[in-house]
């Protein structure tokens, strides 16, 4: 369902995949080939989502944004790049994810955080407001806390969940 907030529509891609019982509000933008699941709720309001190409965005997971203020003037907007996955019930809110992500289910990742390029968060994770997730790395807890180097298997891995996701999308299309 893709809803209007004051005239903004969300902007999908044509070989974007989004479930019916999903909510898309206001100024939302998913590239090519990407998908979101069952009930997902994403609200563009009073900021913007952005979603790259090849990236999933799974059941039940909660996307939104923080206005802008005197302190950051530019608010936190929801930025997730290219071959992402996003897991289960995962919360994102006003955060920036770069490329070959994966975030594990239950995970909630605040305002301000960056997470860099190839990087696994574990389920259930916490990453608190304004961190880093450096390149390369496993994160996992609560709060998240830098595990271990991902193994090249791992790194493989971010890509082919990627694909996996593109490819069951187009069956569902
Ligand atoms: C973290 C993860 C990648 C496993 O990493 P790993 O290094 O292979 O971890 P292991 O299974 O060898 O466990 C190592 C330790 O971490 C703990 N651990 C595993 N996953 C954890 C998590 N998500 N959070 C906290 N601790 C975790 C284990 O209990 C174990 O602790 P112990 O040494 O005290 O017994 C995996 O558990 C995970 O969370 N994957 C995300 C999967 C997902 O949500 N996918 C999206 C849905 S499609």
Redo the contacts with the bound molecule.
């Keep these: 369902m893709l809803r209007k907030y004051k005239d903004t529509y969300p902007k999908v891609a044509k070989s974007v995949y989004v479930d019916e019982s999903a909510v898309l509000v206001g100024d939302i933008e998913i590239e090519e080939e990407s998908s979101i699941w069952p009930l997902v709720a994403a609200r563009g309001d009073v900021n913007y989502i952005r979603i790259g190409k090849r990236s999933n965005v ?1 059941d039940g997971s909660v996307l939104h944004l923080s206005r802008p203020s005197k302190q950051h003037p530019d608010g936190f907007p929801l930025i997730i790049g290219d071959d992402v ?1 996003v ?2 019930k995962v919360m994102l809110h006003g955060c920036t994810l770069g490329n070959r992500i ?6 909630i990742v605040m305002d301000g955080v960056i997470v860099e390029d190839d990087v ?6 916490l990453v608190p407001p304004n961190k880093r997730l450096v390149s390369g790395y ?1 994160y ?2 609560s709060p998240a806390k830098q ?2 180097p991902l193994t090249e298997d ?1 790194r493989a891995f971010l890509s082919i ?1 990627a694909q996996n996701y593109v490819e069951l999308k187009n069956d569902y299309l």
Aim: hydrophobic share 45%.
């Design positions: 799974q996955t897991g289960h994966l975030v594990g289910m239950g995970a696994i968060i574990g389920a259930g994770s496993l996992v807890g595990a271990r791992e969940s």
